[in-house]
């Protein structure tokens, strides 16, 4: 079944410990993409990718990390989480010649306390 | 800069009644717009697209957009809706460099 998984759906941690969200998709695809969703706020891009060792900032990149050493794997690293980033997670991914019909995982929601 | 306006905070109909979501957006160009649904803890699923063309777009579950240039609009509609609609619905446009902006969702409501 061709999907991105996400893992964990959800996770508690404290302040200052590093963590880090996995993402993976097995449909080929080139672009990733991270997203927070917060209430009134909608879906926020993070980081996105639009193939291996490329990566670029989205609108709200402070305080997070990303890589994309493989083509199907996109991790989502918080070095050093605060309360500000308890929020919802989705990934997402998407082929070359449909740049922005996004796949999106089923999410993780983080709580920082 | 590019943005979506998605006026409707929540809205409620009746099942079997019609439906129509409103989204404006702002974009210098020739706009990619999207809509997207969300059930309750599920992620996002695309329900239909626009690049080009026909303005009149169909999509899966019975939606179907309608992208008006003049008035900087991409509302999506349904003719009748069942109950199994509800979720929060979001409008989206591609921007450059693959960034890609949602609007901050309409919670639907289906009452019996």
């Known amino acids: 079944e061709a999907q991105v998984t996400q893992n964990p759906r959800y996770l508690i941690t404290v302040t200052g410990k590093k963590l880090t969200v996995t993402c993976s998709q097995n449909m080929n695809h080139e672009y990733m993409s991270w997203y927070r969703q917060d209430p009134g706020l909608g879906l926020r891009q993070i980081y996105y990718?639009?193939?291996?060792?490329?990566?670029d900032k989205g609108d709200v990149p402070e305080g997070y990390k990303v890589s994309r050493k493989e083509k199907r794997n996109f991790p989502l690293i918080l070095e050093s989480p605060s309360p500000n980033q308890t929020s919802l997670y989705f990934c997402?991914?998407?082929?070359?010649?449909?740049?922005?019909?996004?796949?999106f995982g089923s999410g993780t929601r983080l709580t920082v306390v | 800069a590019q943005s979506v306006t998605q006026p409707d905070i929540h809205i409620t109909v009746s099942e079997g009644a019609s439906l129509e979501l409103r989204c404006n957006y702002s974009?210098?160009?020739?706009?990619?717009l999207f809509w997207y649904v969300q059930s309750p803890g599920q992620g996002l699923q695309l329900l239909l697209k626009?690049?080009?063309?026909?303005?009149l777009v169909q999509g899966i579950k019975g939606f179907e957009a309608e992208f008006k240039r003049s008035q900087s609009s991409f509302n999506l509609r349904k003719p009748s809706v069942h109950w199994s609609d509800a979720a929060e619905y979001f409008c989206a446009v591609g921007g450059t460099g693959n960034q890609f902006y949602f609007g901050t969702g309409t919670s639907l409501t289906v009452i019996p």
């Open positions: 990718s639009m193939n291996v060792e490329v990566t």
């Open positions: 626009y690049f080009s063309g026909d303005t």
């Open positions: 997402a991914s998407s082929t070359r010649g449909d740049t922005y019909g996004y796949t």
């Open positions: 974009y210098g160009a020739t706009p990619y």
